[in-house]
């Protein structure tokens, strides 16, 4: 009790470090909520449209979102084309003068159409894929734009304007919806990351700091074991680290509204054991370094391993099978994929996923509380 009434008041007397310490996860999070995943706006697109007398085309270019596309109105195909490659638009997308005719050659005569028709019927997209994701989603507005006009003259014709969809049907989806986003999809890697992350300075310079001020001695020869005095400041950061996690779940769904389908209380249970995960960790780091240097340079080496081989950016599916299987190991791998499981599918602890990533974080918490205080008892610091 003494060391940890001696560690809170360490804490308590740096409150400018406390406050940083709190507010470290919640503005990354809102970083991230803020920035990632939104729907792309402005995006410069060069448009040539050479049957503008035409309102078929004319309808297909004034439905584009303008929220989205900001159409820059070219005189040649070609000027159209020069735009995307001065970098002055993100694409072109070029209408030829006989656009509306042979769309209609081509879908009366249906088999029985040239080469010539079929291409003078087809609205062209020079995309710039440099920026991959922009690229689609201009091809992804045009295609669905595209629909929604035909769908309108098909309907005036009388005609059902289910000729005009593909021969695919994209039906409703087992787990999430068609809305989702590639940030709900980061969400939980998201969340668990930045948990883990910002623990870890709580705790990794707590034995190359006591070591350089000679405080580790007095405690040892006042009867203090190893494992007390590692579970002390455990205990003692442990109050920081409740306080980040609840202002990080604060910010994720109440005020972002991030959708979650499981129980919040495994979710907020599974982020806290990560986070407690991320402090024993830190004191691994801790117990390892022999200076500040060498634990912060540790505890820094640690981020981009742990985003990238985590499935957080991207599915671990992608991966080469080395990698993957190397991926499992790490602490944060498969405690991410129990969180997706409970937050986009709405599992429970009733099923075995969802309970394997509680038991790997339980059991790295162990391994690194364990390491550290054998580390600690090995070098006699």
């Known amino acids: 009790m003494a060391i940890i009434r001696k560690n809170t008041i360490s804490l308590i007397r740096s409150p400018g470090n406390l406050l940083f310490q709190f507010l470290l996860p919640t503005i990354i999070v809102i970083l991230f909520c803020a920035c990632i995943g939104r729907k792309i706006n402005n995006i410069p697109v060069a448009v040539y449209n050479g049957d503008w007398r035409s309102n078929v085309t004319v309808d297909i270019l004034r439905e584009l979102d303008p929220l989205s596309i900001n159409q820059i109105h070219c005189r040649t195909a070609e000027q159209a084309l020069q735009a995307v490659r001065d970098g002055l638009a993100s694409s072109a997308i070029t209408i030829h003068e006989n656009f509306t005719e042979s769309l209609h050659d ?10 010539e028709t079929l291409n003078s019927s087809t609205i062209q997209i020079f995309p710039d894929m440099s920026n991959q994701i922009i690229a689609l989603t201009v091809y992804e507005k045009v295609i669905d734009t595209f629909q929604m006009v035909a769908r309108k003259y098909l309907h005036r014709m009388g005609t059902s304007p289910a000729l005009i969809e593909f021969p695919i049907n994209f039906s409703t989806p087992i787990y999430g919806s068609h809305e989702s986003t590639f940030t709900e999809f980061m969400a939980p890697g998201v969340i668990l990351s930045i948990a883990f992350l910002a623990a870890i300075p709580l705790t990794a310079m707590v034995l190359v700091v006591e070591r350089k001020h ?36 604060i910010c994720v ?89 409970m937050i986009s599918r709405g599992w429970g602890p009733d099923r075995f996923e969802v309970q394997l990533g509680f038991f790997v974080t339980i059991t790295w918490i162990i391994l690194f509380t364990l390491a550290a205080s054998l580390l600690f008892k090995f070098r006699k610091i």
């Open 253 to 341: 769904f109440p005020i972002y509204k991030i959708p979650y389908h499981g129980e919040f209380l495994f979710i907020f249970l599974l982020t806290l054991m990560q986070s407690f995960c991320g402090m024993s960790f830190g004191l691994f780091v801790s117990s390892v370094a022999a200076d500040e240097l060498t634990a912060t340079m540790l505890a820094l080496g640690s981020f981009y391993p742990n985003l990238l081989l985590s499935g957080t950016v991207w599915p671990i599916k992608a991966m080469d099978n080395y990698m993957r299987y190397f991926s499992y190991l790490l602490p944060q791998t498969i405690p991410i994929e129990s969180m997706r499981y």
């Open 106 to 115: 081509r879908l009366l005569l249906m088999g029985n159409v040239d080469e």
């Open 214 to 249: 000679g405080l580790i001695e007095r405690t040892t020869v006042a009867g203090v074991t190893n494992f007390q005095f590692i579970l002390s400041h455990l205990i003692t950061q442990f109050f920081v680290l409740l306080v980040q996690v609840v202002l990080l779940m």
